[in-house]
């Protein structure tokens, strides 16, 4: 399946756009998401071991499952306030 | 209530906002953009927000805020765009009926909203560059 | 700076006060006039000082905070007389660099202020009745 | 010596005045004006004993000693804020 992930941040920086678009399998988790994002734009290697990840607007667990409209974001360390 | 806006706060009109006859106390915190960071002059700082999941985190940790505090009135403001320095980033407004609550509510919330909410800074520094904050990350 | 005064508190005016270039952090208290205390109404509150004394020792707060926390701006104000419900008797503005230090000091400015600097309110009931607030004295 | 005592809140009305004037031994004390105060205005005697006792505008500790220029004051359980 596709998956569409957005970016912020540094990420979006790195990777030139504010979302892309991986492959995935059907089953697929967070974890995998996380490696196919880093096989797909290896510039975004430097930011996303160390980023979190929602799906559908809220924090996400490495074994989240996701499919097709899943909502999938990458979130690099915040600094707001 | 929470809001994310591109305008400038305005201080006074939260402060009117949680005013109550209930209420006691009234804490207001400002975060406000500083010139000098680690001595590198900053022109201003661009915040920019997961718009949708900033709102509901925030809306998640105001209501966090009232079960733990007897909170009456609660407003969370962040603006998101250029900041420049001495305006603020992100104003909180909690008033209760005693003091010590509404310290307790607003310090426990601009923590929190720093620790968990999908927004993020990058500094404009004097010399024309530009740097996302991003704490704990190093090569950037 | 530290104040006495018979009008209102201008809470923006504070805010302005304490912005600064090199704060990252504003902290603003108020103490406000509530309705109801222990299910009995209130019309408003009288304050009363021993105004010399008053303004030496909010001064000696100030300067003890400064020492304390890296203290930018600090403004103290009280309000004498009459306060009706949500209006501020007390406003404690404090500026820092980081946001851990501005409310710490605030809180142990208004902590201190009630303690020790010699300020008096007098309940005014809704009933006609008037009451002297003493802190821990009987048989009044 | 004659010393001049400021009231405040609830002090002032119970002695229907703001200040009151009371009749001391040369070396006295703050102890001694406590006592003096009592004697003189039983209607403080609700008062006094829980009050605190301030010289020229500081607090004070029951062994100050005071002079006939010394400005003292009845400091009732304070309530600002």
């Known amino acids: 399946m596709?998956?569409?992930v957005k970016l912020f941040a540094v990420a979006k920086d790195l990777a030139g756009?504010?979302?892309?678009t991986?492959?995935?399998?059907?089953?697929?988790?967070?974890?995998?998401?996380?490696?196919?994002?880093?096989?797909?734009?290896?510039?975004?290697?430097?930011?996303?071991?160390?980023?979190?990840?929602a799906v559908g607007a809220e924090y996400a667990t490495p074994d989240t499952r996701l499919n097709e409209r899943s909502e999938v974001a990458v979130i690099p360390p915040v600094s707001g306030g | 209530m929470i809001q994310?806006?591109?305008?400038?706060?305005?201080?006074?009109?939260?402060?009117?906002?949680?005013?109550?006859?209930?209420?006691?106390?009234?804490?207001l915190f400002l975060?406000?953009?500083?010139?000098?960071?680690?001595?590198?002059?900053?022109?201003a700082l661009d915040y920019e927000?997961?718009?949708?999941?900033?709102?509901?985190q925030?809306?998640?940790?105001?209501?966090?805020?009232?079960?733990?505090?007897?909170?009456?009135?609660?407003?969370?403001v962040h603006r998101l765009g250029r900041v420049p320095p001495t305006e603020a980033s992100v104003a909180i407004a909690v008033s209760t009926p005693h003091r010590g609550d509404a310290f307790a509510a607003g310090q426990w919330l601009i923590d929190s909203l720093k620790r968990d909410v999908p927004i993020w800074k990058r500094?404009?520094?004097?010399?024309?560059?530009?740097?996302?904050?991003?704490p704990g990350l190093h090569n950037q």
């Not at chain 1, 096989?39 to 160390?50: D, F, K």
């Open chain 1, 2 to 4: 596709k998956v569409r």
């Open chain 1, 17 to 20: 756009a504010d979302q892309i």
């Open chain 1, 22 to 53: 991986v492959d995935l399998p059907n089953d697929a988790t967070v974890s995998d998401v996380r490696a196919a994002i880093v096989a797909a734009h290896p510039a975004l290697e430097q930011i996303v071991p160390c980023a979190l990840f």
């Open chain 2, 4 to 27: 994310l806006t591109n305008e400038p706060i305005d201080s006074a009109d939260l402060l009117d906002r949680v005013r109550h006859p209930e209420a006691g106390a009234i804490v």
């Open chain 2, 31 to 43: 975060g406000t953009t500083r010139e000098l960071t680690a001595g590198r002059q900053t022109v």
């Open chain 2, 49 to 56: 927000a997961y718009h949708e999941m900033a709102e509901k």
């Open chain 2, 58 to 76: 925030l809306a998640e940790l105001e209501a966090e805020a009232r079960s733990r505090w007897p909170v009456i009135e609660c407003i969370i």
């Open chain 2, 123 to 134: 500094e404009q520094w004097a010399d024309g560059s530009t740097e996302w904050v991003h």
